[in-house]
């Protein structure tokens, strides 16, 4: 099997995949508490409960604990959206497609917290930076393919700018969505539906 990004080498049993597993979920929830930059590796074993040794093992630094985080979110991502981009998810009318494309993408950035300093990145980490733009790349592929679909006719260049025109929307107001009660979050999340449903019902040449 080979390595997996950011790793200095791969466990060769269950325990070490299971310290491996607790490495990175720390990780994730000190990300998410005090940012990346300000995360260290110490900080990192006290939260997985192990030794700072144990972790050194698996990984050289904090970058490649960053690393390997950040392909884990990516695979998580990728099926997330292979949930919501699939066949019968592509052939439901506009409103009930963008229902079940924010919901369930809010859901997700809900349940990870630690997934969101890795997809907003920053302007002074270059890790980051580059984590931020791999999860970035993704999402707008699988957007870009799903406007194909719908539109096969619309020209690359149109398509590639109304994925990113809505991977950047969704980007911007998830985070309002997580600042308020459930109420709030609600009318948030509406209003991302329906902002984004008028701008590509027009784009899209009208209601499905």
């Given at each position: 099997m080979a390595?997996?990004?950011?790793?200095?080498?791969?466990?060769?049993q269950a325990r070490g995949e299971r310290r491996v597993g607790a490495v990175l979920d720390a990780a994730a929830a000190v990300f998410a508490e005090v940012g990346y930059e300000e995360a260290t590796t110490n900080a990192i074993a006290r939260r997985a409960r192990t030794s700072i040794g144990s972790l050194y093992q698996f990984f050289p630094n904090k970058a490649a604990v960053l690393q390997a985080l950040t392909a884990r979110y990516l695979g998580q991502l990728r099926a997330v959206h292979d949930r919501v981009f699939d066949a019968a998810s592509l052939r439901?009318?506009?409103?009930?497609?963008?229902?079940?494309?924010?919901?369930?993408?809010?859901?997700?950035?809900?349940?990870?917290?630690?997934?969101r300093p890795l997809f907003y990145g920053s302007t002074t980490s270059p890790e980051l930076a580059a984590a931020a733009a791999l999860l970035h790349q993704?999402?707008?592929r699988r957007a870009e393919a799903a406007i194909a679909t719908r539109a096969?006719?619309?020209?690359p260049e149109r398509r590639r700018l109304y994925a990113?025109?809505?991977?950047?929307?969704?980007?911007?107001?998830?985070?309002?969505?997580?600042?308020?009660?459930?109420a709030r979050r609600a009318r948030v999340l509406a209003e991302v539906k329906r902002m984004?449903?008028?701008?590509?019902?027009?784009?899209?040449?009208?209601?499905?």
């Open positions: 390595k997996r990004k950011g790793m200095r080498r791969e466990p060769r439901l009318p506009l409103p009930a497609f963008y229902d079940r494309l924010i919901d369930t993408l809010a859901e997700f950035h809900r349940a990870n917290p630690g997934f993704e999402c707008v096969a006719r619309l020209a990113v025109l809505n991977v950047e929307v969704v980007k911007a107001l998830l985070p309002l969505a997580e600042s308020g009660d459930a984004l449903l008028a701008h590509m019902t027009q784009a899209l040449g009208g209601p499905d």
